[in-house]
Each structure stands twice: as C-alpha cells, then as structure tokens.
Nanobody, 123 residues
Framework: VQLQASGGGLVQAGGSLRLSCAFSGRTSDYRVLGWFRQGSEFGREGVACISNLDGTTYYADSVKGRFTVSRDNTENTVYLQMDSLKPEDTALYYC?????????????????WGLGTLVTVSS
C-alpha cells in the first residue's frame, strides 16, 4: 500500500485546512484509513479514522466536533477537514492504513504509513 498525504500549511487559529491522502494497493490492505499526528509536545496521537467498508468514523475527543474524516473511493482518497483550528493542533499529520477492520486510533493497529504533512496553527 502506498499513501501520500498533502494539504498541510500555516493557518491562523480559528481557520480551516483540508488534508488529503491518496492511497493505492489491494483493497484488503486498507480496510480502515486513519489520520495521526505527532507534535513537539506529545507523541503520536490518533486523530480520526474511517472504515473503507461502511464509512464508519471515529474521532479523538480532542478533535471531535471540529475535524471530519471522509473518503472518496472513486478517487482512492481520504480527507481530513479541520475546522476551528487551535495552536495545539500544530503537528505533523500522517495518514495510515490498516488491514484489520477493527482498527481504530492506536498507531500499532496500522501497517502502512505515508509521509507526514506539516500543519502549523498560529495564535
């Protein structure tokens, strides 16, 4: 599985960004697609994930109500819409894929990772 995240950048607090992750490979290799982030003050944190089978989504409490994960299977792309951004959202954001349909927000549930895209939120 290959994954490539894009869409990061610099935004002011309260602003929005949309991250994209293009994926390719066997369908069985990405039953769940997830977004993770790693900041200077915290380790790798699961942000959101979506089942590629039925579209079920899960979110970390820290982003619930502000971030939305979605997928476009015709384009083999998963998105992370980030609204009401806060300085503490500043991090390197990664997309990842899991073969296990029960994968949620733990990084060790995912086998394949793309390169990160940097999101910086200024106060």
């Amino acid at each position: 599985v290959q994954l490539q995240a894009s869409g990061g950048g610099l935004v002011q607090a309260g602003g929005s960004l949309r991250l994209s992750c293009a994926f390719s490979g066997r369908t069985s290799d990405y039953r769940v697609l997830g977004w993770f982030r790693q900041g200077s003050e915290f380790g790798r944190e699961g942000v959101a994930c979506i089942s590629n089978l039925d579209g079920t989504t899960y979110y970390a409490d820290s982003v619930k109500g502000r971030f939305t994960v979605s997928r476009d299977n015709t384009e083999n792309t998963v998105y992370l819409q980030m609204d009401s951004l806060k300085p503490e959202d500043t991090a390197l954001y990664y997309c990842a894929s899991a073969r296990w349909r029960g994968a949620r927000l733990k990084w060790d549930e995912y086998e394949s990772w793309g390169l990160g895209t940097l999101v910086t939120v200024s106060s």
